[in-house]
C-alpha cells in the first residue's frame, strides 16, 4: 500500500490527515455492515400474509322465523304475523294454553303471541311484545309514534265462518297498553338477525327507503362481524320504509 505525502505540509500533518481519513473510512464500515445484518434479518424473517375476509355463514333457519319473531328480554319467544295468511296459521296452528295474545285496532294489524311454555310471563315481556305489535303494524309507516294495543289470553279468540282470512272475534276483558314504536335490529345471542324491541346494534327510526337501509345494515354487520346476510332477508325483516340511528 502507498501513501501520497503532501510535501508542503509536515509529517505530523499529513499523519494526522490520514488519521482521520482512516476514522470516516470505519465509520462507512460500521453503517454497511449494520444495513447488511438488517437485510438479512428481513429475508429469513416468514413473509407476512394479508389476513383475508371470510364470511361467516349464518345459522340455519327455524320454522317459526317465517313469522314476525323476536325473542324477549327474559328469553320467551314471540311470533307476530306478517299478513292475513301468517295471521291465521299463528292463531289457529301455533296458539297454546297460557300463551298471550296481543292486537291492535289498527286495520291490518298483525296478531302477536307470547310462547310462555307453560311458564309465567315477566311485565318486561309483557311489554315488549306490545311494542312489537305496534311496531309492526300500519303505525310505522303512518309515521304514528304510539297507539293503543291489547292483550288477551288464547280462549278469548275465536274464529266465525263470516270473518275473513286473518280475522277473529275477541270476548272478554283487554288488558290494554299504549307503547311507542322502536325497534332495533342486530345479531342475538344465537348469531341470528333479529328485529325487535329489544335493544340491539342499530336502533331504527320511521322514514327513509328499505332498500337502502338494508344495504347500510349489510355492510356494518360484515364489517362488525364478518356476516354476510342476503339482502332480501334484511328487507324481510325491517317493519317498512326506514333508517337507522348510528
Known sequence: MKLVLDTTKTLEENAAFYFEKSKKSKKKIE???????????????EPVVKEQHHYIKPNEKKPFMKFRWFISSDGFLCIGGRDATTNEIIIKKHLEENDLVFHTELPGSPFFVIKSENKPIPQKTIEEAAIATVS???????GLTTAEVYHIKPDQVKKDISLPKGSFMI??????????????????????????????????????KKTDTAKLIQKLLMQKYDIKFPLD????????DCSIII
Open 233 to 240: 332477508e334484511i328487507v324481510q325483516l325491517l317493519p317498512g
Open 136 to 142: 309492526f303494524s300500519r303505525a310505522w309507516n303512518q
Open 31 to 45: 453503517g454497511l455492515s449494520k444495513a447488511i445484518h438488517i437485510t438479512k434479518s428481513k429475508i429469513s424473517e
Open 171 to 208: 270476548y272478554g276483558k283487554r288488558e290494554y297498553h299504549k307503547p311507542h314504536v322502536k325497534l332495533f335490529i342486530g345479531l342475538n345471542k344465537e348469531n341470528y338477525l333479529e328485529c325487535s324491541p329489544v335493544k340491539k346494534e342499530f336502533e331504527l327510526r320511521q322514514g327513509g
